[in-house]
Each structure stands twice: as C-alpha cells, then as structure tokens.
C-alpha cells in the first residue's frame, strides 16, 4: 500500500463548481499535513497547511480526519487560474515530506 | 531572487555518462531535499541534508547515486553512468528545518538518451 493516496484524476469541472479532493495516508505517526500545488512543468508550492481543527483560506478548506487518516480539499468558486496538480503531503518524521502523486483539476470556461 | 535556485535547468546526455546537478538554497535554510518526479509520477524523496551532513540517504535508487553539501549551503547531486531510466526531472527542495514549509527549485530536467 502506498503511504499516500490519492484520486489521481483528472477532475474536469466548469468554473464556478466546487470540487473536492480526498487522500488517505498509511503512517498514523504523521504528525504535519499539508496541500501543495504543482503547476504544469513547475515545481510545487505550499497552498496550505491542514489541522485537526480544519482550516480555511478564502475558497479553499482542508480537513483532517486523524482517525480515519484520511485529508480533504474543498475548492469553492472554482477558476480557470486553479487549474493545477493537487499533491497532498504528510510527515511520517519531522524531516521528510511524503508526497502522493497528486490530483489533477480541469476547470474549464 | 531570494528563492532556491537549481542548474542548470535542462540537461541532455547520453547513457554512460556522468552527471553532476547543482541546487542553492535560501540562505539560512538549514535542510536541504532532493526529490525525482518521473513523467506523470509524484516526486520521489532522494536524500535529506541538515547542515552538511546527511542523517537520510534511504531514497537514493542505487550506488550510481551520491550527493553532498558544503558549508552548509549548495548542494550538488551526482548521477554516475547515467542510464535511461534517470531520465526525470530533480527538484531540489530547503527549509529552516522540521516542520516547517518546504520551499522548491524551478528543478533540472535530465534527459539520458
């Protein structure tokens, strides 16, 4: 089993749909958790931390669900500009990032 | 730019063939990351610095694989007799260490014929 899975996609939504991403991890020792974007042919950036408590940043919210290792990301009013790969990423140990093979998201006009 | 930087960007060379890929990373990043992202693949975590040494060496794919990092500041990762399933792009990632958000190079694309 991988330690992180995810959907790979693609998800093909027009704009203005909300979208929602799932991925589950294998390491119930994780302890940090996070959503990274990855653009075509670029490297990844932080889009946002995810905590116990969920979190929310504008149109996107994350949540954790440590009992059932399983993370999610809801994007609301989707834009053509969110077009992306979604990696979900988790912390097995303090110094190594465990990345899934990301999601990719299609919004179209 | 204040960000981390990777060279050179692109890389054509053929089977057999040494490789060495360079990465500076934000000043006063104290770790350092190698990753691989094939083709439609996730990245792949290679081998992990703090300071100058390397406590994670588990992702390197083989022997022919090796890396360092001097005074704490750029590091170079080394492909001997490269061969075809090299072929990736290296990313190269630093941050002031544990936790805290990894920040990535624009990577070096390697392509073995």
């Known amino acids: 089993r991988k330690e992180v899975e995810q959907d790979p996609g693609p998800f093909n939504v027009p704009e203005g749909a909300t979208v929602a991403f799932n991925c589950t991890y294998s390491?119930?020792?994780?302890?940090?958790f996070f959503w990274y974007r990855q653009d075509c042919r670029k490297e990844p950036k932080l889009l946002m931390s995810v905590y116990s408590s969920g979190n929310e940043d504008g149109r996107f919210t994350a949540q954790l669900n440590r009992a059932s290792q399983y993370i999610s990301l809801l994007i609301r009013d989707s834009k053509l500009s969110d077009s992306a790969t979604y990696l979900c990423v988790v912390t097995p140990d303090p110094n190594k990032l465990t990345f899934g093979t990301g999601t990719r998201l299609a919004v179209r006009p | 730019g204040a960000g981390v930087s990777q060279s050179p960007s692109n890389k054509v060379t053929e089977k057999g063939k040494d490789v060495e890929l360079r990465c500076d990373p934000i000043?006063?990043?104290?770790?350092l990351y190698w990753y691989r992202q094939s083709l439609g693949q996730g990245l792949e975590f290679l081998i992990y610095f703090q300071g100058n040494s390397a406590p994670d060496k588990s992702g390197l794919p083989s022997d022919r694989f090796s890396a360092e990092r001097t005074g704490g500041s750029v590091s170079t990762l080394t492909i001997q007799r490269t061969q075809q399933e090299d072929s990736a792009v290296y990313l190269c990632?630093?941050?002031?260490?544990?936790?805290?958000?990894?920040?990535f190079g624009p990577g070096t694309r390697l392509t073995v014929l």
């Open positions: 390491n119930s020792a994780s302890q940090s």
């Open positions: 990632a630093s941050t002031r260490g544990g936790y805290n958000e990894q920040f």
């Open positions: 000043s006063g990043h104290t770790a």
